[in-house]
């Protein structure tokens, strides 16, 4: 139990006898977490996203909401209300209430499931909500009931960590009221600040995507913790939009052996704003930022990339064309099967993912259209 | 490292005692003289604290010790005891020690609230389940006040209380390989691993001023040298009050083993 020197028995004979210097019991789990979800029979289409407080269950095309039972394991000794099994009607999102084993710590999971696949074709950035614990702006889409058909991830889950954001507007990813038209979407390069810097991270790029970001791997794995796309059955053709962009005074790459950023005159910050259609296979179900761009990755269909050139003070259009990866095209019968995703990323620095970029580069996007193939 | 400080360390014991001896031979004066006769005895001593600091009882958070180390801490110690009544049973010590105490240590912990704050004022606050090592080095002026008790002719007790004036000090360390729940233990998990590690350093948040009580037996193993051991019993935390990233008051609890010369 307490190793050591040989010298150093004495005084913990003394005080561990005396004074029961010991390991205590474990004590009762405190967290309260979800680890997986599943549904009974062959009804989902993929593996089901969890995140801290919110699960999204994609089930096959068609499949009724009406009545499905999930069943879950928890942290060990953890409660779950109302049971795993149970079946309940997911036309809404339902809500379970996960309790830890010590009974002192309750989390509130909100579980969404979708049988249609996303359909939005007009990113206005209207719609924004907090996250749990009210630090940041998460936007979402809405359908023509006003429901959520998909929530954009970013990178704020990780920034938080980092304790540098006092306000909602501090952080990477955040809304303007400045927009073409209504609000938009801001994304501002930041400094992490020590904590960030400690972990070899010294700034966070704004980013906005369609997919999931995994917070949990966010320091062991940062460019896995992007896991772009969603689900989709058209094929894209072009993506357009409006944007504003303000490059950074300073451009910094970072010394990991020194902790320094160092600052790089002659090299300006540029925004990038891309789509990659691709097929989702049981091997790569998502693509990340380790493979996103990849020339040679296999499940890449087609590809529309818009690298910034250079400041933009008036709001000015963009429209980029999706272009095949050359030999490679959508099979309509796994489009329709939903087997095909579309990743779509707005950065507000071409380098982010590699922890390079100018401090202050603020990238406005707003009103962005997907032009899909006609069927 | 800790046999080339004991080696160190038994030099200087022996260094002192033999100068002791020599100064002491020529001169045992009429000064040591007179005083001990009335009732006054001096001795000087050399020792190395071995202990931790740690809060007590262990907190059920802590897991698992992996490795501890009492790592080289020295003291050099001079007291003067004044002897009460005809039989000189009891008495009075008064001492002055110069004297690190420190130790290093590796352990898991599960559930450890913690606050950390940044050099630009970031504060992350959360659950860490995972490893920390943590290292500490105090420098400190220590005066003992202890009643003395005289069991036979070689053997003494003394009990008191003491209070210690730090110079310098050093906590710091890291935490690896584990998660931190972000907030509290349902928020965001945020896995460290492979060479991901946050490092700390709290040593702006020493105490200056700490206190306790020590006991010790005292051995006169020959007529000018003694052994003793003291059992160092810190009765406030490292921290200062307002400290409150760490959030188990840690007590310095040390074990002084020493030699020393009798005059």
């Known amino acids: ?375 | 490292m800790m046999k080339k400080g004991l080696a160190y360390f038994f030099a200087c014991v022996g260094a002192i005692a033999v100068h002791t001896a020599a100064v002491a031979q020529e001169d045992y004066t009429i000064g040591i003289r007179r005083s001990a006769s009335v009732g006054l005895e001096y001795e000087i001593r050399a020792g190395i604290n071995i202990g931790g600091t740690s809060p007590l009882p262990l907190p059920v958070e802590i897991r698992q010790i992996g490795s501890y180390s009492p790592t080289f801490c020295s003291s050099i110690e001079g007291n003067a005891v004044k002897w009460f009544g005809e039989r000189r049973k009891w008495g009075m010590l008064l001492g002055l020690r110069i004297e690190t105490k420190g130790m290093e240590t590796d352990a898991r912990v599960k559930n450890y609230r913690m606050e950390i704050v940044g050099d630009g004022g970031e504060r992350i606050k959360g659950n860490w389940t995972g490893g920390v090592r943590t290292k500490y080095r105090g420098t400190m002026f220590t005066v003992p006040v202890a009643a003395t008790y005289r069991i036979n002719k070689r053997l003494r007790l003394d009990c008191g209380p003491y209070i210690s004036f730090a110079t310098d000090g050093d906590f710091s360390g890291h935490v690896y390989e584990g998660y931190l729940r972000e907030n509290d233990p349902t928020g965001d998990k945020v896995v460290f691993e492979d060479d991901r590690i946050a490092t700390y350093d709290f040593s702006d948040d020493l105490r200056t001023v700490q206190y306790g009580l020590q006991a010790g037996i005292n051995w006169k193993a020959f007529k000018h040298l003694t052994v003793s051991g003291s059992l160092l019993w810190g009765l406030n935390g490292i921290f200062k009050k307002d400290f409150d990233t760490v959030t188990f008051t840690m007590y310095p609890v040390y074990m002084n083993i020493g030699f020393g010369y009798a005059f």
């Open chain 1, 1 to 375: 139990m307490i190793q050591g020197k040989k010298i150093a028995l004495l005084p913990l004979l003394m005080c561990g006898f005396l004074f029961g210097y010991c390991i205590r019991e474990e004590a009762p789990n405190a967290e309260a977490d979800i680890e997986s979800c599943t549904l009974p029979g062959d009804v989902l289409n993929r593996e089901p996203e969890i995140g801290n407080d919110r699960i999204t269950l994609y089930l096959k095309k068609g499949t009724p909401l009406t009545a499905l039972a999930p069943e879950f394991t928890l942290t060990p000794g953890a409660t779950i209300v109302p049971e795993s099994g149970t079946v309940r009607d997911f036309t809404t999102p339902q809500t379970y209430t996960v309790t830890s084993e010590d009974g002192r710590w309750h989390k509130e999971y909100r579980i969404t499931a979708m049988s249609d696949v996303f359909s939005n074709t007009l990113f206005s950035f209207e719609n924004t909500r907090m996250n749990t614990n009210q630090k940041y702006y998460i936007f979402y889409e809405t359908g023509a009931d006003g429901k959520t058909t998909m929530e954009w991830a970013s990178g704020n889950a990780g920034f938080l960590m980092t304790g540098k954001g006092k306000t909602p507007e501090d952080y990477p990813t955040s809304l303007s009221a400045d927009g073409y038209e209504g609000s938009c979407l801001l994304l501002t390069t930041c400094e992490t600040g020590s904590f960030g810097t400690m972990m070899n991270m010294p700034i966070a790029a704004g980013n906005l995507f369609t997919g999931f970001f995994n917070v949990t791997e966010a320091l062991s794995s940062p460019l896995k913790a992007t896991h772009f796309g969603t689900t989709v059955d058209k094929e894209p053709v072009s993506l357009s939009g409006w944007y504003r962009y303000e490059s950074g005074p300073t451009f910094y790459t970072f010394d990991k052996g020194s902790k320094k950023m160092q600052p790089q005159p002659g090299r300006q910050d540029n925004f990038h704003i891309y789509g990659v259609f691709y097929e989702s296979t049981d091997e790569m179900p998502h693509l990340d930022g380790t493979n996103a761009l990849d020339d040679a990755n296999p499940n890449i269909i087609s590809v529309a990339d818009f690298v910034g050139d250079g400041d933009a003070a008036e709001w000015t259009e963009f429209s980029i064309d999706f272009k095949p990866r050359p030999g490679r095209q959508a099979d309509p019968l796994k489009l329709a099967a939903g087997q095909y995703k579309l990743a779509i990323v707005f950065t507000s620095s071409l380098h982010g993912e590699l922890f390079e970029g100018a401090p202050g580069s603020r990238l406005w996007v707003d009103e962005v259209r997907l032009t899909n193939k006609e069927q």
